[in-house]
Every structure is written in structure tokens, then in C-alpha cells.
């Protein structure tokens, strides 16, 4: 029998919304391509189009016999193609740059730094706490349900069961709402309303939260051996599919990457910094057009980061490392709040600790060689974990298939008609950070 977090209950959309959604993501023209790369190479030929088109680096479908590009394929080439981004970085003003480290992530590395020193000077794994209020917003379009109809909205809301983080619940835009279990695999507060004619239909939740950073020196470290008879052994060194699959291209891909590596720490190492040095990030098409999304990173040479989030993971149980799915909200500069995806993994006596596979080994490690992996065991203080799973069902649980069946941040709608894409409503985060 497989564990309880094996079992699938990944409800994908069916081939008319996966139509829909496919044609949502691909609306781009070769027109706009050519637009886009000529804010950079002004004189672009036809010819290179054509070739990042037929490689791939220009991701494109034919659609009703029309040639059409993924809304961010233009941008993406800049990020995953090495000429393009060579062109990219000759633009970026020398000024910018002080002692080695660009402007904008000043504040992120004096964070780190920050961090890593008060955990190591008082020898706590818990630091840095920050304050902050936050309201979520749904917004769905005025008529695009019937008026009178029910509209039902899940709103994302902090998890309750992490250590590093703390909620409170304040006030809800309705007056009957639920908050689903704590240990619920996606933490939600749910809701519903009328749809009123000529009106948008707006849902909101308002929380106060703290966060920490959370550090583990992992230098040296020796995970001892696992009792593989554990249901938390079983449990997160199992497949999921459809994205966690143990096929015989990923069980030799983790092989190659491990062999001869006994220690766990070392063997999620190899694997991290493989990803890392092999794959870019990029921006990510919706989740749901994906047969199974480490194969997309592994067959495109890119993914962002929940894609590569779930091709770690997925080597990381195949080398007997369990791990699960971790997935919120990242404060990326004071306030430019985004949707985030990482995981945590297990290591025998020295517990859960987190991995960010898309920040990777610290970009300035040239600088700050201490830090190299402080993204495999730490994390600062400005991420808000909404889920510990990915792809599970919702409470109460939805009639129809998810807009984003994987993961979940940005919030579910639907109606007794069927669900509400992510087209027909908007969301918004609103933070106000408080001083203690």
C-alpha cells in the first residue's frame, strides 16, 4: 500500500480546458518576438528568430495553423540563451555595481548576512523576526458569471503549523467564511457571494503575520542512516505522479549524480548545485499544460521555480532523501511580494530543513564564500508558506479542476458553471510592514 502522501489525487484539466489554457499562455505573435528583441538587438534578423524558434529558446505551438509564442518567450530568451544574455549584461550601467554586487541585491546579502550571523552568535536556528499586515484580494470580473449566481473563492492564508512563521487572522470581506484545518496540504480561508451585474466580485482577507529566518549550518554535517521502515521515511521517498515519477531516465540521472556518495547532506548537494550549473530559470508556462514537469526542465534546459523545485525533489527520493513541497509568497525588495516555490528535506538528526533550488548556490559566493549554500539549509525571513504539498485537494473541495492544479498562491475561484480562470479575475497583495 503507498503512504498516505503517495496516493494521487492530481485532478488535471480535461482536454477542452487544457485546450483553452494552452491558448491563453500562447498568444503571443512572431511580430511581438521581434518587438521585444529589438529593445536589445536592434538589427535581430528574420534568421535568428527562425532559429530560436526551432531550437526551442522562442517557445512556440502551431495553433489553428497559426506559428504562436508563449506570452513570455520573448523575455525568457534573455535568460536561457548565452549570447542574448551576454547582450543583456553589456547593458547594465558600471555604476550599478558596488564592490561586486549589483545595487539591487544589496539588501538581500546584508540580510543574509545578517541573519547568518545572529544564528551563529547566539546559536539559535530561529532569527530575525519581521511584523507585517497583509490583505489578499480577489477581484473577479464584473458579468463574467451570470448575475445571481454563487461564486466560490478559496483565498490563500498563512499556514499555522510552520515554526518559523506565526498568523492572525483579522477580518474577512464576508461575514460566513471558513479557514480550513491546520494540517490541511493548502492553507485556504473559503467564501462566498452573489455576482452582481456590471460589478466585479471582490474577495479579501486581511492577517497579521511574523516571520523568522531560519538557519542550519550544514558545513560538515552527517545526516545518520534513515530507518526506512518510518512512515515518514515511506511517506517522502515515494513517487507522486504525475510530476514525481521514478522512470528509468530520472533513476539513472540520480544515480549518475550520486554514485559513490554516502552521506545524504553531500548526496542533496550534488544534486542541488547539478540543477543549479544546468538549468536557468525562466518564466514558466501554467503548471496544468504539463505531462510532467521535471522532464519539460530536463527536455527544455530550463524551468523556474517550482519546476525546479519538483525535478530536485524527484531525484532527491529517488537517492533515499525524503522531502516535501514547500510553496508561498517571497517579499523579493520590501514589498514587491511574488509567488514562490521551494521544498524542505530530512536529514536523520538534524531534522527539516529548507531548499531553495531556484536561488541556488549564492550568486556572490565569489565574494562570500561562507555563503554558498546557505540556500540549502537557511532562509530569510521574507517568504510566507501557504502549502506543504502540491496538487492536493482543497477545503471545502473544489467541484472542478483548479486554474493552477499543481500549486496554489494566487487563490481559486469557481461557479456552479464550471471554474474561473486566472483570466476573468485579478489579485493583489497589499503589506504593510509594523515595527515592534
Request: hydrophobic content about 35%; charged content about 25%.
Amino acid at each position: 500500500m503507498a503512504a498516505a502522501g503517495c496516493k494521487p489525487s492530481f485532478q488535471g484539466p480535461d482536454a477542452e480546458d487544457l485546450d483553452y489554457r494552452i491558448r491563453v499562455d500562447f498568444c503571443k505573435t512572431r511580430d511581438d518576438m521581434r518587438e521585444y528583441i529589438q529593445q536589445y538587438i536592434p538589427n535581430v534578423t528574420e534568421e535568428q528568430i527562425d532559429e530560436w524558434t526551432a531550437n526551442g529558446k522562442l517557445e512556440s505551438m502551431e495553433i489553428n495553423g497559426q506559428r504562436m509564442y508563449f506570452r513570455r518567450a520573448a523575455s525568457n530568451l534573455f535568460l536561457i540563451d548565452s549570447a542574448c544574455i551576454a547582450v543583456k549584461k553589456a547593458l547594465i550601467d558600471p555604476s550599478e555595481i558596488i564592490d561586486g554586487i549589483h545595487s539591487s541585491d544589496l539588501a538581500s546579502v546584508n540580510g543574509i548576512r545578517s541573519y547568518v550571523a545572529n544564528a551563529q552568535s547566539s546559536g539559535k536556528s530561529l532569527v530575525n523576526p519581521r511584523y507585517a499586515k497583509m490583505r489578499h484580494t480577489i477581484s473577479v470580473n464584473a458579468d463574467a458569471v451570470p448575475a445571481g449566481e454563487v461564486i466560490r473563492c478559496w483565498v490563500p492564508f498563512p499556514r499555522r503549523d510552520v515554526r518559523r512563521q506565526k498568523v492572525e487572522l483579522l477580518a474577512t470581506s464576508e461575514e460566513k467564511f471558513k479557514v480550513s484545518d491546520i494540517k490541511a496540504p493548502h492553507s485556504c480561508v473559503y467564501m462566498e457571494k452573489k455576482a452582481v451585474a456590471g460589478e466585479p466580485t471582490v474577495f479579501w482577507i486581511e492577517y497579521n503575520f511574523d516571520t523568522r529566518a531560519e538557519y542550519f549550518d550544514l558545513s560538515g554535517a552527517k545526516s545518520a542512516a534513515y530507518d526506512k521502515s518510518s512512515e515518514l521515511y515511506k511517506r517522502y521517498t515515494c513517487e507522486q505522479p504525475p510530476h514525481i515519477v521514478f522512470n528509468e531516465r530520472m533513476v539513472a540521472l540520480s544515480d549518475s549524480l550520486t554514485k559513490g556518495i554516502q552521506n545524504p547532506v553531500d548526496k542533496a548537494k550534488a544534486i542541488f548545485s547539478w540543477i543549479d550549473t544546468t538549468f536557468p530559470w525562466a518564466g514558466s508556462r501554467e503548471y496544468g499544460t504539463m505531462a510532467n514537469i521535471p522532464a519539460y526542465v530536463l527536455d527544455n534546459g530550463h524551468g523556474d521555480c517550482g519546476m525546479k523545485t519538483l525535478l530536485f525533489m524527484t531525484l532527491a527520493r529517488i537517492a533515499g532523501i525524503p522531502c516535501h513541497w514547500e510553496s508561498g509568497l517571497v517579499d523579493y525588495d520590501d514589498c514587491d511580494w511574488n509567488m514562490h516555490d521551494w521544498c524542505k528535506v530530512y536529514f536523520e538528526g538534524i531534522g527539516w530543513v529548507p531548499v531553495d533550488q531556484s536561488h541556488g548556490l549564492f550568486e556572490y559566493r565569489n565574494i562570500y564564500p561562507e555563503l554558498t549554500w546557505i540556500n540549502l539549509g537557511s532562509v530569510d525571513h521574507d517568504r510566507i508558506v501557504f502549502n506543504n504539498e502540491w496538487g492536493k485537494p482543497l477545503q471545502p473541495a473544489k467541484k472542478f479542476a483548479r486554474s493552477e492544479p499543481v500549486d496554489y498562491q494566487k487563490g481559486e475561484v469557481e461557479w456552479r458553471g464550471g471554474n474561473i480562470y486566472f483570466d476573468k479575475w485579478k489579485m493583489s497583495y497589499d503589506v504593510q510592514f509594523i515595527k515592534k
